[in-house]
């Protein structure tokens, strides 16, 4: 993932997110590097598309009169950008920004560090699990 993408998901997921005063600000989260994982790991042509859709999330604002790129626009008018597009007249282009928010949510949510704040402790989780299987003598 490139350093442009990586912005413009941050940038994306603060939008979506919203997580401040509350919870920690994006970059204080993995969430950008999952996104980078994510896409290694997926299939090419999906990995393609979902950094094309992250370009496309940055110019839009451009198109909408906003003469600023996503990354770049105060937060105020952020908020707008995302209830305009939310609200688009194209299925298609609300459907794929309903698929990029929930990326979002479970790219920041999923965060280890976010999760334990929320008072879920995976590594607890996966002890007593292993624990209760030893107790019951499975493998």
């Known amino acids: 993932m490139t350093r442009r993408e990586s912005q413009i998901f941050a940038c994306f997921v603060d939008m979506v997110v919203a997580p401040e005063p509350l919870l920690p ?7 950008a590097a ?3 994982t994510w896409l290694g790991l997926a299939p090419k042509l999906n ?10 999330l940055d ?14 626009l105060p937060r105020a008018h952020r908020v707008d ?3 305009k597009i939310e609200k688009h007249r194209s299925p298609q282009v609300r459907q794929g920004i309903k698929a990029l928010k929930g990326i ?22 996966v002890a007593r699990g292993r624990a209760l299987r030893a107790a019951e003598g499975r493998p």
């Not at 600000?25 to 969430?31: C, H, R, S």
């Not at 110019?59 to 770049?72: D, E, H, T």
């Open 25 to 31: 600000p994006v970059d204080q989260t993995d969430a």
């Open 34 to 36: 999952f996104l980078g």
């Open 47 to 56: 990995a393609t598309g979902l950094r094309a859709a992250l370009t496309m």
């Open 59 to 72: 110019l839009a604002p451009l198109s909408m009169g906003y003469r600023r790129r996503l990354r770049k």
């Open 81 to 83: 950008y995302l209830q």
């Open 104 to 125: 979002a949510f479970l790219c920041y949510y999923g965060d280890d560090g976010i999760m334990k704040r929320l008072g879920y402790d995976v590594d607890a989780n």
